[in-house]
């Protein structure tokens, strides 16, 4: 439809009671576990949950199509991804904190490595020492 999403987001966002919702990688325990505790739940009450469910589908399927989108750039520009370096800034789900529990990153950095990049990490608030023992990444 050529509908450009920031420019409906910007418009929307005049609004004085406009929440700024997008996909992206939620980590952390609230949004990214917790949902499936109530779906399960609802489910068990015979309810089907299905605006929690799709919303952590769509969540749960950001790192693919992260990195997806970055191999068919690499391809357009006739360049191959075996080698290629990349850089990810920010392994907390949120800005200003230190927390790393389910980082989305970590799944955006393994599927890379399968494309064959060689990939860093930098978050000046992350541990790297949690960062490493925890996923078993080096340092």
């Known amino acids: 439809m050529g509908i450009d999403t920031n ?15 997008f996909p992206g990688l939620v980590g952390g325990h609230c949004i990214g576990v917790d949902p499936y505790y109530l779906a399960y739940k609802s489910e068990q009450l015979g309810y089907t949950p299905e605006m929690i469910l799709a919303g952590r589908k769509i969540n749960d399927a950001m790192p693919t199509f992260i990195v997806s989108q970055i191999v068919k750039q690499l391809l357009k520009q006739n360049k191959n991804s075996q ?11 949120k800005e200003n904190c230190p927390d790393l529990r389910n980082s989305k990153v970590v799944d955006v950095y393994k599927e890379l490595n399968e494309f064959g990049f060689q990939v860093d990490v930098f978050d000046p608030e992350a541990d ?11 340092n």
Do not use: D, H, Q
């Open 83 to 93: 080698n290629a370096k990349a850089l990810i800034l920010g392994a907390t789900f």
């Open 128 to 138: 790297a020492e949690v960062f490493v023992k925890e996923y078993g990444f080096e």
């Open 7 to 21: 420019e409906v987001l910007k418009a929307a966002g005049t609004k004085w009671n406009f929440l700024n919702f």
